[in-house]
């Protein structure tokens, strides 16, 4: 857990409400205002003019009643803080939005970077009352969602199995769902992080081809899209949680970017090399090998073009 520094928290809500802050009253221990993405002058640090942080207000007035929600400068994660909160007072129908994350995780224990006010990472509680057991494909239906909300900004993309949104193989968002028991069912803990407006500093330090909405020519505002998710999110669950993931199955394949193509398994280390055939009512990839087709669930595996060696 890394605790937010108070220093650093006030000198952040001084840029949030004017915009800067004095030099000598940044923090000079932890996470520098060059690592934040925010501009050094001589006597003060200040925000980019070309961010527009998050509007709480905004927000709460646009998002479902069900929704309440929290805005954070930054964070370690919003999964993890997320996951905090349900263990003192509950995570369900609560969203964390946060302007940067420190060490917000991926899947295979990877970063999500990115700049202070420029991307998304959010965080949603939802309690589905099922078991662990019961809510396969949820990742699937997560990543549909976002495809459908992005597409009402007319940004064509394609879901990557297991969690992974894609342009023309460069991605944009990634998923990480984490599941936790409850007595009544299980608490689904729904990050997403989008690529808004990565600046070419922080996607040199990504270890894949990556892209963001505004290298696309979308001008979306951040608080527009994080309304457009969780909306779509809203609605997506509500199919899921009467019917499960049957009604999901034949979108996720025309959605996906590398359905009936060759593709790279990593599994356990190990690379192995199939077609690959969709996905089943669990969620898990059906993937064809020899003439012999099998499913491979999630967990700690990854999936790329045969075409590429590029690690995903």
């Keep these: 857990m890394t605790t937010p520094d108070p220093a650093l928290t006030k000198a952040l809500q001084q840029v949030r409400e004017v915009g800067y802050v004095l030099s000598h009253d940044w923090p000079h221990r932890g996470i520098t205002a060059r690592e934040l993405g925010l501009n050094e002058g001589a006597s003060s640090v200040r925000l980019p003019d070309d961010v527009q942080l998050h509007d709480l ?8 009643d069900q929704l309440s929600v929290q ?44 700049d202070y006010g420029r991307n998304i990472a959010m965080t949603m509680g939802i309690e589905f009352p099922l078991t662990l057991n019961a809510l396969g494909g949820l990742s699937s239906v997560v990543g549909l969602a976002l495809l459908q909300a992005l597409e009402l900004e007319g940004v064509d993309s394609q879901l990557k199995w ?26 689904a803990v729904v990050g997403i992080g989008v690529n808004v407006d990565l600046t070419n500093a922080q996607a040199s330090k990504i270890d894949q081809s990556v892209t963001s909405l505004r290298r696309l020519g979308a001008s979306i505002s951040r608080d527009d ?50 077609i690959v055939r969709g996905v089943d009512i669990t969620g898990g990839l059906r993937i064809e090998q020899n003439g012999v087709t099998r499913v491979v669930t999630s967990g700690e595996v990854s999936l790329r073009p045969a075409a590429t060696e590029e690690p995903q």
């Excluded at 207000?57 to 479902?64: A, D, E, I, R």
């Excluded at 905090?84 to 970077?113: C, F, M, N, P």
């Excluded at 992974?164 to 409850?182: F, H, R, Y």
């Design 225 to 274: 899209l994080v309304v457009a998710v969780c909306t779509s999110l809203l609605k997506n669950f509500d199919a899921y949680s009467r019917d499960g993931f049957a009604p999901f199955l034949e979108a996720f394949d025309s959605a996906h970017c590398l359905q009936d193509q060759a593709a790279i398994l990593v599994l356990g280390g190990e690379s192995q090399e199939g």
């Design 162 to 187: 297991p969690n992974d949104v894609w342009v023309k193989e460069q991605k944009l968002a990634g998923i990480l769902v984490e599941l936790v028991p409850t007595k009544t069912g299980t608490l």
């Design 57 to 64: 207000n905004y927000l709460q007035n646009s998002l479902p």
């Design 71 to 114: 805005l954070l400068d930054y964070i370690d994660s919003t999964n993890s803080e997320l996951i905090r909160r349900h263990t003192k007072s509950g995570g369900a129908d609560h969203l964390i939005l946060t302007e940067y994350q420190s060490a917000g995780r991926g899947r295979r224990g990877k970063v999500w970077l990115g």
